[in-house]
């Protein structure tokens, strides 16, 4: 080839030779629907004509960028380890002071700027194992299980990350429910671990039945070795709850079958239904008893991006590590230091929702109020989302329960399947394109998350402000009842019951 | 199992069935003598007694943590765009004020806490590629090209996950200098690629000769397909300057042999030597005509943590890429999306590091003399260094013309080597260990980093301040010396020269 060469040289890098694992990921969160939305928004920016004056984008998670004020005492303390020359200012109060002095005593040079251990910063550490044993009312928790994420999604993929192994039939199942925040179905792609599916209840407001667990390990027995579950709770993209009873009845299979289980707790302070609470899968496996709790390999993970702070852009997380074999720790802690540490003003943003302003200090009404504040609207909002959506003809929408989505189940007529199958295209990737092109509302197809064959879903946030959110919801049920008549459903729209 | 099961359940994940590639992953700047030396330290402060008061930690590229204070301007930049209310402050600067104001209106909500887009926020793309330009004299560089990054290393491992494919001897080959920053090695293991070395020229300065990258390729074919060739330019760990005339050479290599060319550019502002100076890869790319600017696919990687700011904890960085195919390049947009984007304190910190202060601006004087303070204590340091250490019978080490390292040869006497033998150690994991336990001085053994055969080394900073960097210099001087005595060196001290 050196010697008779012709001047065009081929590129080394294509669709050929492109690693196959990361052509095999998909993240319809960030997918072709959101790229899609983006070249509307310029084309509506440079003065382009469209049935509508700006684009909703209710496809992600994302409370900032819908117009959520950041809590003030959060963003304080992080603008003080930032900046300490602030620490003489008198326009910052004390209890925030004594924070960002006490993060920074835990940073090398006092300063965000250095490197932090690879598991995150001592102090704030324990102050993630003191929150968390507040918040499982005494259940301890050891520090040093405690390690610090570049958001929860770098967690989730470094556990995971430890646990595929294995050729062929021994190769590494990972349990991940249906519907799923696709990080997980992009993470075992890249991984190349077996992805192994369990199917929420629909028609039980999503709940988890461990008799699909069963089932679903049972078959992927067949194929791979099943050795981890994923659970998310409360749910992304389902909203649901755990009850008490179902997490003990997941964790006594996972204690049976020997698998290691990984809880998706993000949204733990996102539960607005008044019957549900967030009961952790730590806590719950302490109360089974000493023989679960000391066996039962566990991690949890958690992230300033949700709950009341919405504190995406920060990349912070922690996540807890249980019964994890002190070896396999020791090479945990070995892979995490190869990326050196999680970003420290993230680190530092975490310690302030676990270290909150307490009530003999000066910020915390103000912090309480803004908690409150955020919290209540999310709830308000996802009543208001059930309310609306569950009226529409051929829309079921069950309780929005905690997180912060809604899944509907959308009746898509069979001439609109037809008309999808025939472009090469998922139904309700369809529906979505057509929502988006008629009213600028941008939300994810459900067959990003999975769904049961035959049926339909997309995924919308209730982040928007109340107003807009009100307007979204309606232009949703107009644009669904149009689109009903325009491919003349002939049966009367109604969604599928599960078998 | 489940029915006559016996009461203790085995773990999931052990030694045995953890992943083999996380198994296989090393990373010495932060492994067993960084591990020993936080227990050192621990000890020192419960009042345990050692032959000194402190741990000297020159195992890492951390400024800040070895008292460097960060620069004012960017500190300001990032706490307005952090707390937001501090824009009213008579107390910052007017430019400071422009800077954050603009970096607000990049992300959604105005807020650093919502998620960017992937590949980062438009407006810093747009500076990182008006700051290109200038760096390389005028070289296009389009914005649609510039990713940021969570630090370096994340670009890094992007860009080669991307290229890790086949099996067996069609399985990519990523060819590495030794010695390397094992991030690469690291890397490599995990993503199960075949390492593929090429030696610097320790006498010659370290130079990266293009025979030798020759030799590598052609040894390489035999059992694996190289891709990809990544230089570190400056050194790390071996702190040299590549001239122009060296870097098309490699280009002109990598063009021939249709390799895809990762250039490690973070030391770029870490020049010191006065016969040297940093040219980029791809200006040089560009130097050398259409055909080639046209055709090699090239990355190259900058951060916020060398330079002379040394923010390593806010995780920021920034990789451009050339003539990446389209296709290709939405798979790495993909790919980027699952891990939904770059912290964005640290894509603001890396803003004002390509858009500094102006001669007609309010901080361009403080901000000037702050940059050539720190560049000109590292010169200094280099320079000290290189003169103490060269000084020392059995060590010999090259100049530091750039980067934040040196990488002396140790001599290390037969008997040592012996010893270490006897231990399952590496010879100079055995000097790094003594020279730990006896002056509290932290250094990597050169074998974490590769070198030839028969050869020893470390890796140490410049970056402690002068005073205590002399300190350091002189103890390990004096160590060494009794080491040599100790060991009682028949033959006369004296560094390998290479064949």
Same mark, same amino acid.
């Given at each position: 080839e050196a010697g008779g060469r012709v001047c065009v040289r081929a590129k080394t890098l294509t669709m050929e030779t492109l690693n196959p694992q990361v052509k095999a990921v998909e993240y319809a969160v960030r997918g072709p629907i959101?790229?899609?939305?983006? #070249?509307? #928004?310029?084309?509506?920016?440079?003065?382009?004509?469209?049935?509508?004056?700006?684009?909703?984008?209710?496809?992600?998670?994302?409370?900032?960028?819908?117009?959520?004020?950041?809590?003030?005492?959060?963003?304080? *303390?992080?603008?003080?380890?930032?900046f300490p020359e602030l620490l003489d200012s008198p326009s910052f109060p004390e209890d925030a002071k004594r924070r960002a002095q006490r993060i920074l005593q835990g940073c090398g040079g006092r300063s965000l700027g250095s490197y932090s251990a690879s598991q995150g910063v001592d102090c704030i550490r324990q102050d993630i194992a003191a929150y968390i044993e507040q918040r499982d009312q005494g259940v301890p928790s050891n520090w040093e299980n405690i390690f610090l994420t570049t958001g929860a999604s770098d967690g989730i993929v470094s556990i995971l990350r430890l646990l595929v192994s294995g050729e062929g039939r021994a190769r590494t199942g990972v349990m991940i429910p249906i519907p799923q925040y696709p990080l997980y179905s992009a993470a075992i792609a890249e991984l190349g671990a077996v992805q192994v599916n369990y199917y929420l209840d629909e028609d039980n407001c999503w709940a988890l039945d461990v008799h699909e667990l069963h089932r679903a390990y049972q078959a992927a027995k067949q194929h791979c070795q099943p050795r981890v579950l994923c659970i998310i709770n409360p749910g992304n993209p389902t909203g649901q709850v755990q009850s008490k009873k179902c997490i003990e009845d997941v964790l006594h299979f996972a204690y049976e079958e020997n698998l290691f289980v990984m809880a998706d707790e993000v949204y733990q302070e996102n539960v607005y239904a008044p019957d549900c609470e967030f009961h952790s899968f730590k806590k719950v496996l302490y109360e089974m008893g000493p023989e679960y709790f000391n066996s039962v390999e566990l991690a949890s993970f958690h992230s300033t991006s949700k709950g009341y702070t919405g504190e995406c852009g920060f990349r912070g997380g922690f996540m807890e590590i249980v019964n994890l074999d002190p070896e396999v720790k020791a090479q945990l802690v070995k892979l995490l230091s190869v990326r050196l540490c999680p970003p420290v003003a993230g680190q530092a943003a975490m310690d302030v929702i676990v270290n909150p302003p307490q009530p003999d200090e000066p910020s915390f009404a103000q912090f309480h109020k803004e908690k409150a504040s955020v919290l209540g609207a999310l709830a308000d909002k996802a009543k208001l989302t059930?309310?609306?959506?569950?009226?529409?003809?051929?829309?079921?929408?069950?309780?929005?329960?905690?997180?912060?989505?809604?899944?509907?189940?959308?009746?898509?007529?069979?001439?609109? *399947? #037809?008309?999808?199958?025939?472009?090469?295209?998922?139904?309700?990737?369809?529906?979505?394109?057509?929502?988006?092109?008629?009213?600028?509302?941008?939300?994810?197809?459900?067959?990003?998350?999975?769904?049961?064959?035959?049926?339909?879903?997309?995924?919308?946030?209730?982040?928007?402000?109340?107003?807009?959110?009100?307007?979204?919801? #309606?232009k949703v049920r107009d644009f669904h009842i149009k689109f009903l008549k325009e491919n003349s459903a002939l049966e009367e729209p109604q969604c599928r019951v599960q078998a």
């Open positions: 959101v790229i899609k939305a983006g #070249e509307i #928004e310029r084309i509506l920016q440079e003065g382009g004509k469209k049935p509508f004056t700006e684009v909703i984008k209710a496809n992600i998670g994302d409370a900032h960028a819908m117009g959520q004020q950041p809590i003030t005492f959060l963003r304080q *303390v992080v603008a003080l380890c930032t059930e309310q609306i959506l569950s009226a529409v003809p051929g829309i079921k929408c069950n309780p929005v329960q905690g997180a912060m989505y809604a899944f509907p189940q959308i009746f898509i007529p069979p001439r609109a *399947v #037809e008309e999808a199958k025939a472009l090469g295209m998922q139904p309700d990737m369809l529906y979505c394109l057509r929502l988006l092109e008629e009213t600028g509302i941008c939300v994810v197809p459900g067959s990003g998350f999975g769904q049961r064959e035959g049926t339909y879903h997309f995924r919308m946030t209730i982040l928007p402000s109340p107003e807009k959110l009100k307007v979204l919801l #309606e």
